[in-house]
């Protein structure tokens, strides 16, 4: 699957200005809001036979708080209060480091964002909640590091494609070790894995978006080495939780740890080094 290729996280058009002080308290209250609805929804859910969000109810939690953050869309404005801003951030508003991926600059940002990341992440093979949380987390993480060190930090961030593009390389790498080599599947997430680093590979060297014809101007000052950020960091926390699984079994299985240098056994003749 090809990520659309405006689908990107974002610098703002212009820079947001700091919150007053009395956002901490608006932000509190939206929680404790947002938090009893999802408790709601989930109990209601568990009577119905909505089999996708019954396995996956995290998806009502993102779908909650997309909408939440986007709302001022409605009336031609974003929630700039909810964006990354390194200034306010400094300053003590340690939310938006929480909230940005969520907020969008235009419906047609929030549409393709939004699109991306939920056919992407629905699609994970992975069983375990915790898990799938990881690894967007670790998206998420990598392209907000990628993107704070870049030049145009300072004018904001807010979206979900530098996660989204994260996700689209732990899918690859799914189907890459669920599935026998050379394979149909297996092919198709070689190339899946191929095409989506190198078009963040492109946009990072180039500075500029690979499908930027399709900007329309409505999708702000786009950040071009975010989404190879959320690649990275997707990537390395698919790579850890892999190894921590591994480790678990061979735990439970009772397997001892291979020696230092190899698995050869000491003194066995056809193991024994030749010159």
Same mark, same amino acid.
């Given at each position: 699957?090809?990520?659309?290729?405006?689908?990107?996280?974002?610098?703002? &058009?212009?820079?947001?200005?700091? !919150?007053?002080?009395?956002?901490?308290?608006?932000?509190?209250?939206?929680?404790?809001?947002?938090?009893?609805?999802?408790?709601?929804?989930?109990?209601?859910?568990?009577?119905?036979?909505?089999?996708?969000?019954?396995?996956?109810? @995290?998806?009502?939690?993102?779908?909650?708080?997309?909408?939440?953050?986007?709302?001022?869309?409605?009336?031609?404005?974003?929630?700039?209060?909810?964006?990354?801003?390194? @200034?306010?951030?400094?300053?003590?508003? %340690? %939310?938006?480091?929480? +909230?940005?991926?969520?907020?969008?600059?235009? %419906?047609?940002?929030?549409?393709?964002? #939004?699109? !991306?990341?939920?056919?992407?992440?629905?699609?994970?093979?992975?069983?375990? =909640?915790?898990?799938?949380?990881?690894?967007?987390?670790?998206?998420?993480? *990598?392209?907000?590091?990628? &993107? %704070? $060190?870049?030049?145009?930090?300072?004018? *904001?961030?807010?979206?979900?494609? *530098?996660?989204?593009?994260?996700?689209? &390389?732990?899918? !690859?790498?799914?189907?890459?070790?669920?599935?026998?080599?050379?394979?149909? @599947?297996?092919?198709?997430? =070689? &190339?899946?894995?191929?095409?989506?680093? #190198?078009? !963040?590979?492109?946009?990072a060297l180039a500075g500029r978006m690979f499908f930027a014809f399709l900007d329309f101007g409505l999708l702000g000052s786009p950040v071009s080495v975010s989404h190879a950020g959320g690649i990275m960091g997707g990537i390395t926390m698919s790579l850890i939780l892999?190894?921590?699984? +591994?480790?678990?079994?061979?735990?439970?299985?009772?397997?001892?740890?291979?020696? =230092?240098?190899?698995?050869? @056994?000491?003194? $066995?003749?056809?193991?024994?080094?030749?010159h």
């Open positions: 699957m090809q990520l659309h290729p405006t689908c990107t996280r974002h610098a703002l &058009a212009a820079p947001g200005q700091v !919150a007053p002080e009395n956002h901490a308290g608006m932000f509190r209250s939206l929680c404790a809001c947002f938090l009893s609805v999802f408790i709601r929804v989930r109990l209601w859910l568990r009577r119905k036979s909505l089999s996708v969000l019954r396995h996956r109810p @995290e998806l009502l939690f993102f779908a909650l708080a997309i909408c939440v953050a986007n709302a001022p869309l409605l009336t031609g404005h974003w929630w700039q209060a909810l964006t990354f801003q390194p @200034e306010a951030v400094r300053a003590g508003q %340690w %939310w938006r480091l929480l +909230t940005h991926p969520f907020v969008h600059v235009t %419906w047609y940002h929030l549409l393709l964002d #939004g699109a !991306a990341f939920f056919v992407l992440y629905v699609g994970l093979l992975e069983k375990s =909640l915790g898990r799938r949380l990881a690894c967007i987390l670790g998206a998420a993480i *990598g392209s907000l590091a990628a &993107a %704070w $060190s870049s030049p145009t930090a300072a004018m *904001g961030l807010c979206g979900l494609s *530098g996660v989204a593009h994260g996700l689209m &390389a732990i899918s !690859a790498l799914e189907l890459l070790s669920a599935r026998k080599p050379h394979s149909a @599947e297996w092919r198709v997430g =070689l &190339a899946t894995f191929a095409l989506v680093v #190198g078009k !963040a590979a492109y946009e892999s190894l921590g699984k +591994t480790h678990k079994s061979r735990l439970l299985r009772g397997e001892p740890r291979p020696p =230092l240098g190899g698995s050869c @056994e000491i003194g $066995s003749p056809q193991n024994a080094p030749s």
